[in-house]
Every structure is written in structure tokens, then in C-alpha cells.
């Protein structure tokens, strides 16, 4: 049956989670797409940079907020700021290096030079072709509503309405982050990997939280020996939801094996245990009980992925409803050497990025995803996120962290989907903080 506009225009029918299904025209249709962009990409806190990337005036760095790309670049005034990379004289962009350092940002168009802090300062024939009759002040680069950083890593809106980042990113978010941040003491290395892949963003986001595919699409990987069954598909799993669609899903341990660790543990020396950080105190005091406990992996929504390996960033760039550039970050602590940075960059090229071994596999499976969700044939048929529903429960800990401990399950997608819809339906910031939904309690 060939769908109607009216189908596609039902918001509420995207997604029900009462029933644990999606409408599968959510990962190609060009309208829900449009709308995802001005809804979610152009309202939430994207993730623009790690500080690191450029700490001196005039270092910059070519990011995304949806479809527009911006330019994070440190002023001489050290501070970051987030332009839009178009001219307002006609539009061209001004800046076409992925990063590095400069003075200005001149428009190979006619030349109007602008400043590290979007003014533009300079405009060829302003006295004999502008009569000295143009208002700079009023010409300068467009600026993202609100920039701000959470322990290094910087975050940007083009929403003036959004509310603090830190109430955007709540436990789960700053949790996420957290993990890898180390207190500050890490920093994101030269070379972005980048590459693209023909998908829906949404299905290279919800695969992060998925541990039910990696014994099968990641099967030639297991053979190859580099990693083994219980490292990839571990069958104890933890799952940390926040609000706006944040969620930490993946292996945990119990809370008896964390205090048999820390048992264990305590007969190291200072020494031994800074190489693990994990096991060190300030870990425990930043994580809090429930978070040192959980090892999966962290979405900050809409789609960054934070891998809890502690090495490797991933944002899910849309391109359009078909297409998705993966960019991936690589993190290392300040203190590392030649030799250690030298293995973390061998550990992130292996796993994953375009040369890894294991998002290959996954893009594949993806693309065919994205290709099959607008067929006539099947495209009524809904998408199934129901494993788990129903038959687990929320555990809140006194610190106020909460999680589903259990087995395999498919919460964190679904929570995904459910907020994304939530997102899609609000008409503003203040109607998606009084309408959407809080982490869920109870029986879930
Ligand atoms: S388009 Fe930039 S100076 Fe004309
Ligand atoms: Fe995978």
C-alpha cells in the first residue's frame, strides 16, 4: 500500500513506545528530515570541538549544526566563538580549510575580510564603490545563539531559547562525558576520520546502544581473534536513560563485582593505579556509584557518541534522509607518551572509522536499513524495538543515578526514538521542557 501525506504528517503514529515500534519512513522521508534539521539539530547543544583542538587565537575548527557548517575558532580574546561559514554579501562560504590557524577569514568572492569574532573589518572599494555607505557593524558573520564548554568540550545552539547546557546534557549527559574527561586531563588529537555512509542518521545513533548485533554482523571480527566473544557481546547489561534523549546503554558490572574490585584494589600503590582510571578515587567520586559501574555506550543527544573505551568520539553527521558522515575524534590523556599515543591511535584506527573492523560491517547492514524504509510494499509495516519491554525495572540508587541492570534489551533505542519524537513535536524549547518525557521509573 502506498503511504498518504496524511501518514507521514501524523506525528503521533512515528512512534509507540507503549508497543515498542517505529514507523519505518522516519529514516527516508524528505519532509521528517527537513523538520529534524529545524527541530532537533538547529535546537539542541551539538558538539563542536574539544578545547585542545584549538588553544591559541586564530586556531579554528570546521564543524555542523545540521546542514550548516560553522567555524569554532578561538578570538583574540580567547574566547571560542561559533560562525555560520557564509559570507552576507552573497553567501559564499569564507572559510574552506577543515582547520588550522589564521588572522581573518577572507571571502574569495570580493574580498569583504572578516575577524576572529565574525566582524567584518574589511570591504574592497568601501570608500569609491560603498560611498563609505555600508554599516559594518551590521554586516558581520552570523554567531550561534549560545556557546558554552563542559569540562573541554564544546558545545553550540542556534537556539537562544535552549537552556543552559548543563540542563540540556542533565546526569546522563555530563555522565557521558564525565567518563572520558578524566577531570580534564585528556586531549582529541590531530586527524578527524571521517567518512560516508548511505544511512539515515538515526540508525547509525541507535546502533551504539545496540549489544544484540555484534555476534553476528561483527562475526568475521570475533574469527579474526583481535576480539574476543565476552568483550563484544557481553550478556550483562546496563542501561542509564536521561531526559532529551541521552541515554548510556551496554556492559555493566554488579555492584558485588565493583566491590570485589575495589577490594582488589586497594592493595595497589598510587602508582599502579593511575594507568586504570577507572580504579582510581577521583573516578568513583566524578562517576558516582552507579555510573563507575557502567561501561557501555553513551549518546549525547541527537548524535554524539562518546565510546567508554575512553578513546574515540563519533558524531553522526546527517547528509540528507540517505546519507551520514561519521566523524571520529581521537582522545588521548595528557600525560601519555610517543609510545602510548602511538598505541591508542593503532587501538582507534582498528575498531572503528573507515579502516576499523568494525563499522564496515555496520554501515552495510544500515545502508540496506535505510534503502528498504520506503518501499510500497512494506513501508506500513513497522520497525520492532520491543525486546525487554516490560520485563525490567528501574533501580534508583540513593545518589539519584538510576539504571536497568538486565540482559541484552533494546530501552536505550526505544528511549531514543521516544524522545526524538518528543523533540520533533514540540513547536519550541519551552514547550519540549514542559511536555517531554523524564527518564522513565518503575517497570519499564
Ligand atoms: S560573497 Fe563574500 S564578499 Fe561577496
Ligand atoms: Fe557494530
Known amino acids: ?6 501518514q507521514v504528517l501524523n506525528k503521533d503514529s512515528w512512534v509507540d513506545h507503549e508497543k515498542g515500534v517505529v514507523d519505518r519512513r522516519i529514516f527516508s522521508d524528505p519532509g521528517i528530515y527537513a523538520a529534524e ?4 539539530f ?3 547543544w551539538n558538539f563542536m570541538c574539544h578545547e585542545s583542538q584549538i588553544p591559541e587565537t586564530g586556531d579554528f575548527f570546521m564543524n555542523y549544526i545540521g546542514e550548516n557548517q560553522v567555524i569554532v575558532v578561538r578570538d583574540r580574546n580567547g574566547e571560542i566563538q561559533v560562525l555560520l561559514n557564509t559570507c552576507p554579501h552573497r553567501g559564499n562560504t569564507v572559510c574552506r580549510a577543515d582547520q588550522g590557524k589564521t588572522r581573518s577569514f577572507f571571502c574569495s568572492y570580493h574580498g569583504w575580510n572578516f575577524d576572529l569574532d565574525g566582524k567584518l573589518v574589511g570591504v574592497p572599494g568601501y570608500e569609491n564603490f560603498y560611498r563609505s555607505d555600508l554599516d559594518k557593524s551590521e554586516w558581520g558573520l552570523s554567531k550561534a545563539a549560545q556557546v558554552s564548554g563542559y569540562k573541554g568540550f564544546i558545545f553550540a545552539t542556534l537556539d537562544p531559547a535552549a537552556p543552559p ?4 546534557l542533565g546526569w546522563v549527559g555530563c555522565l557521558s562525558i564525565d567518563m572520558v574527561a578524566k577531570n580534564g586531563a585528556v586531549e582529541v588529537l590531530d586527524g578527524i576520520q571521517k567518512n560516508r555512509i548511505q544511512c539515515n542518521w538515526k540508525l547509525a545513533v541507535d546502533n551504539l546502544f545496540d549489544w544484540y548485533h555484534p555476534k553476528v554482523s561483527h562475526y568475521s571480527a570475533l574469527r579474526t581473534g583481535m576480539i574476543d566473544e565476552a568483550f563484544l557481546a557481553p550478556l550483562q547489561q546496563m542501561v542509564l536513560l536521561g531526559d532529551y534523549g541521552h541515554g548510556i546503554s551496554g556492559p555493566g558490572v554488579t555492584e558485588a563485582e565493583q566491590a570485589a574490585f575495589e577490594a582488589a584494589n586497594k592493595h595497589l600503590t598510587n602508582k599502579d593505579k593511575l594507568p586504570n582510571w577507572r580504579a582510581s578515587e577521583q573516578a568513583k567520586a566524578e562517576l558516582g556509584p552507579v555510573g563507575i559501574r557502567a561501561t557501555g555506550h553513551p549518546n549525547i543527544f541527537p548524535n554524539l557518541w562518546v565510546s567508554t573505551g575512553g578513546t574515540q568520539l563519533c558524531l553522526r553527521i546527517p547528509r540528507g534522509p540517505l546519507e551520514t558522515e561519521l566523524w571520529w575524534f581521537t582522545l588521548v590523556e595528557k600525560s601519555m607518551n610517543a609510545t602510548e599515543r602511538k598505541k591508542i591511535v593503532q587501538m582507534a584506527t582498528h575498531f572503528f572509522g573507515p579502516a576499523g573492523l568494525l ?10 536499513s535505510t534503502r528498504t524504509s520506503n518501499l510500497g510494499a512494506t513501508r506500513d509495516r513497522p520497525l520492532n524495538f520491543a525486546m525487554g519491554r516490560g520485563h525490567d525495572t528501574v533501580k534508583l540508587d540513593p545518589s539519584g543515578q538510576s ?3 538486565t540482559a541484552v534489551n533494546e530501552h536505550a533505542q526505544l528511549w531514543l526514538y521516544r524522545s526524538w519524537q518528543e523533540w520533533m513535536k514540540a513547536e519550541d524549547w519551552p514547550s519540549l521542557i514542559k511536555n517531554h518525557s523524564a527518564a522513565p521509573t518503575g517497570t519499564i
Open 1 to 6: 500500500m502506498i503511504a498518504t501525506d496524511q
Open 37 to 40: 534539521l529545524e527541530n532537533i
Open 42 to 44: 538547529a535546537r539542541a
Open 165 to 168: 547546557l548543563e540542563d540540556f
Open 359 to 368: 563499522e564496515q560491517d555496520d554501515g552495510e547492514n544500515w545502508s540496506h
Open 403 to 405: 539504571s536497568i541492570e
